[in-house]
Nanobody, 125 residues
Framework: VQLQASGGGLVQAGGSLRLSCTAS????????IAWFRQAPGKERELVAAISRTGGSTSYVDSVKGRFTISRVNGASTSYLQMNSLKPEDTAVYYCASDPTIITSRVQQEVAYNYWGQGTQVTVSS
């Protein structure tokens, strides 16, 4: 599986962006998907995850109520809708997946072996 993330950009605080993660290969429908982010000087952190069916999601507390993760298995694509963006959301965002992950509960970065290339999100104040 190859993942490609896109949709990042520069936005003012309070604005919105939608990130996309497109996967090659039909196995996409069998895997859970996660979005991570890494801000300058900080460790990469899990932002949101979704189960292989899309029936279960999880979020880091700092984005709850503002971000929504979703997936369209027929299009092999996951989305991260980001609303009410804050300057502290500025980071490179990565999508990730792994054949062993089917739920939305796996938070450890090392568990994910397939990664997209990252897309930069910059929120200005």
């Amino acid at each position: 599986v190859q993942l490609q993330a896109s949709g990042g950009g520069l936005v003012q605080a309070g604005g919105s962006l939608r990130l996309s993660c497109t996967a090659s290969g039909r196995a996409f429908v069998s895997y859970g998907i996660a979005w991570f982010r890494q801000a300058p000087g900080k460790e990469r952190e899990l932002v949101a995850a979704i189960s292989r069916t899309g029936g279960s999601t999880s979020y880091v507390d700092s984005v709850k109520g503002r971000f929504t993760i979703s997936r369209v298995n027929g299009a092999s694509t996951s989305y991260l809708q980001m609303n009410s963006l804050k300057p502290e959301d500025t980071a490179v965002y990565y999508c990730a997946s792994d054949p062993t992950i089917i739920t939305s509960r796996v938070q450890q970065e090392v568990a994910y072996n397939y990664w997209g290339q990252g897309t930069q999100v910059t929120v200005s104040s």
